[in-house]
């Protein structure tokens, strides 16, 4: 018997299934594989370039999110908000401020999942929208037909999203209970990556939310992941870079039951599982794509690359830089006088070498004696991590 078309959402069992039966010991075995080779992630370099690729990371998360809004701006404008440096050009500046409310946002919350809060409750879900919003003054957060949105509100009106109608608006306590039942339970670690793919869904589903849904969620979905994931590679670049599959099996998930062999809920379970199938497949990318990018041996030859091209248009960049550098991506901070050590340059030559690399932005310190670390600035990242995030390297 296949499910009757519901005009108006005012139950929970309206929006079962809420976790996919079907396949389930084969999604447990992706998502088992996905994990082991993300916890692998922490230990393929020193923590202190592990802590500069993070921040990278969170800049991504802010432009790959927003630009599945069709609202990104260039991550060169990303990179001059965090040193407050802001467009005189009203709109690029208005979508400097949303970047870097969402990269402020996503620290304050990663350090509340460090904690030991969970991500996965419909509390933690309002703690986002209202950390993204809260940052925002009221022009930056009012909608193009002049809704003002309010941080943290739960929804009070009626609202459609393209073809789908969300719960009515004075049911949602009932349907937040629901999915806090569901998602904001403990869970097995194999079960973990199905339950925050499910949850992802069927929380923009409800659309609790008047307006910033999807960025709530993306939000509340990478804050899931951080046990997993320690920030490493990024949820919202996969989902950006398959935009339009992400909306589609977004929308097929919303579908009803398709006959008595599609689960017993009103929704369909098959297009549930799939879409979690999907969600999976696109963590595991993600995961295997940054396992690329930092393994030893590609980075030594890539560094390489870098200081090639950069010393035949700068001078004051050598070849040997080379092996120091690599030593801080494995080592992390190193004293200024091993470094200087390291390149066999004379004292002289090996200081205005550490000097320019630090002009440069590719090597970092806190003062002028104190220890070097590597760095990851834009204009170094088609070659240390090439295809990352490739849109770093367009003009502005």
Partial sequence: MTSVKIDQYTQPHQFEPLLPQRRL?????????????????????????????????????????????GQSTHPLNIERALRHDFSDKPDIAKLQRLALAHIEAERDLEQRVAAGESATTTAFLRQAHAALYGRLAIEDRTTDDGRIIEPGAWRQEQVAVGRHEPPLWSSLPAFLARLDAVYGAASPPDDALIRIAAAHHRTAWVHPFLDGNGRAVRLQTHCALWPLSAGLWSMNRGLARN??????????????????????????????????????????????????????????????????????????????AILPIHHLFLAGPTPRGEFLQMTGLGERTARSLLSRLIETGLVTSTGHTAPVQLAFPLDALQFLLPELYPEAATAV
């Fill in 243 to 320: 935009r339009d599959t992400y909306y589609q099996l977004l929308d097929s998930a919303d579908s009803h039951r398709q006959g008595d062999l599609d689960g017993r809920g009103n929704l369909s379970e098959k297009l549930l599982g799939d879409w979690c199938n999907w969600f999976i497949a696109v963590a595991g990318d993600q995961v295997s794509f940054m396992s690329k990018m930092l393994d030893l041996d590609a980075m030594k030859t890539r560094i390489a690359a870098l200081i090639s091209f950069r010393s035949r248009f700068d001078k004051g960049i050598r070849a040997e």
């Fill in 25 to 69: 010991d084969e999604l447990r075995l992706r998502a088992h594989a996905v994990g082991e080779r993300s916890l692998r992630l922490s230990g393929s370099a020193h923590p202190a370039t592990l802590a500069s690729l993070r921040e990278l990371v969170r800049e991504m998360n802010s432009y790959y999110s927003n630009r599945i809004e």
